[in-house]
Each structure stands twice: as structure tokens, then as C-alpha cells.
């Protein structure tokens, strides 16, 4: 069965650094999206992709992210300068349709 | 604007009984969506079932199953004979479908356990 695959699953960082998510999509969706859940709290829409550029963005998708995909294959999400209060599990998500969102096993990012 | 409410924190079920999560949801979109995923502790979010605006039958999913009102809004997802691994997050969310890159919204979740 296809599935969106995240790499790496966990990634601890220092406070400044950058960090670099990666996902591969399922490869005959179009559509490709990031969130963002802090421990146990609710699962935040950051950004939506298609056609190689932004769709939509929420309010905490400000200057310090940015989307890219590079190739045919990856589509990944940079974290410019972490804060502490960015350590949370990103997931990736790809459709292909309206009937179906399959989300990646997440990223663990922990800020230090 | 869209918002997806899962008013039930946590549950708690004996194994092999049914559980209903509730979900409601409000939205001027006539074609939307609405999905239930579950979330167990590794914290991957695995998709259960789909549900869209314009369909005519409840949808089904093996043990899951989706009671959908669109009368009142609700989509509350169904559990038969639930088992022990069962007991994770489930989040239901919706999207409004006027456009194919349209965003996911999840609800806050309901934590649900399963006693043996």
C-alpha cells in the first residue's frame, strides 16, 4: 500500500539552528501539506503545496519556514533559525483526491 | 468559517463493547469532506474512514463506521467490539472540498481507552 514517508523521525536540534524535514509524497498526489502538533495538543495546519507553489498558509507559517520541493519526489520543510517553542511532531500529508489525506509517521523535532 | 468539536476528552470502554465518539462540525461549504484518524502512542496519524457532504450512505470501515447527520452537523464515528489495541487519539477532521488543495481541520481529539 502507498504511504508518506517522513524522514528523519526524530531530530534534536539547538536553539538557532536550522533544520530541514523531509517527506516523500505518495507519488501520484498532487496535493501536499504540513502540520504541526505540540505535545498533546491539537494537529495545526502550517502550509498547502500544489503545482510548486503555496496554496494557503496559517498565521504560524511566518518568515522562518519555507516549502520546496526539489525534485520529483521530496517536498520538504525548513525551520530557518529553531526557537524552543518550535519542538513539536511535524507531519507531512499528501491526496491525490477529495476522498482521501494519508499523513506521513511524523518527524519528532526537539529544540534545545 | 470552518471548525470541527469533539467534545468527549476521554473515554473509557470495556473490551468488546461499542464506542461512539461525537464530532460535530459547522461550515457554509455545501462539499466537504469529513475523516476520522486515529493516533496511537508511536504517534504516527493512521486515516479510518471518509465521509463526503453529497453521500447518500454512512460510511464503513471494517469495525469503523461513521454516523453521519447532516442535519445536525454531527459525524460521530462508531466502534463495534472494540479491542485493546483500539486505545489511542482519535481526531476527526474536515475539509471543505470547492478546492482539491483545500486544508485539513482536526478537532481536539478524544483519548480513548479500552479496559480488558
Known amino acids: 500500500e502507498p504511504e508518506v514517508t517522513q524522514t528523519p523521525s526524530h531530530q534534536v536540534t539547538q536553539m538557532g539552528q536550522e533544520v530541514i524535514l523531509r517527506c516523500v509524497p505518495i507519488?501520484?498526489?498532487?496535493?501536499f501539506y504540513w502540520y504541526r502538533q505540540i505535545l498533546g495538543q491539537k494537529v495545526e495546519f502550517l502550509v498547502s503545496f500544489y503545482n510548486n507553489e503555496i496554496s494557503e498558509k496559517s498565521e504560524i507559517f511566518d518568515d522562518q519556514f519555507s516549502v520546496e520541493r526539489p525534485d520529483g519526489s521530496n517536498f520538504t520543510l525548513k525551520i530557518r533559525s529553531t526557537k524552543l517553542e518550535d519542538s513539536a511532531m511535524y507531519f507531512c500529508a499528501s491526496t491525490g483526491s477529495n476522498t482521501e489525506a494519508f499523513f506521513g509517521q511524523g518527524t519528532r523535532l526537539t529544540v534545545v | 468559517a470552518q471548525k470541527i468539536t469533539q467534545t468527549q476528552p476521554g473515554m473509557f470502554v470495556q473490551e468488546k463493547e461499542a464506542v461512539t465518539l461525537d464530532c460535530t462540525y459547522d461550515t457554509s461549504d455545501p462539499s466537504y469532506g469529513l475523516f476520522w484518524y486515529k493516533q496511537p502512542s508511536s504517534g504516527e496519524m493512521i486515516f479510518l474512514i471518509y465521509q463526503g457532504s453529497y453521500d447518500q450512505q454512512n460510511a464503513t470501515e471494517g469495525r469503523y463506521s461513521l454516523n453521519f447527520q447532516k442535519a445536525r452537523k454531527s459525524a460521530n464515528l462508531v466502534i463495534s467490539a472494540s479491542q485493546l489495541g483500539d486505545s489511542a487519539m482519535y481526531f476527526c477532521?474536515?475539509?471543505?472540498?470547492?478546492?482539491?488543495?483545500?486544508?485539513?481541520?482536526f478537532g481536539s481529539g478524544t483519548r480513548l481507552s479500552i479496559r480488558p
Open positions: 477532521a474536515m475539509r471543505e472540498t470547492h478546492s482539491s488543495a483545500s486544508k485539513i481541520i
Open positions: 507519488s501520484n498526489h498532487l496535493y
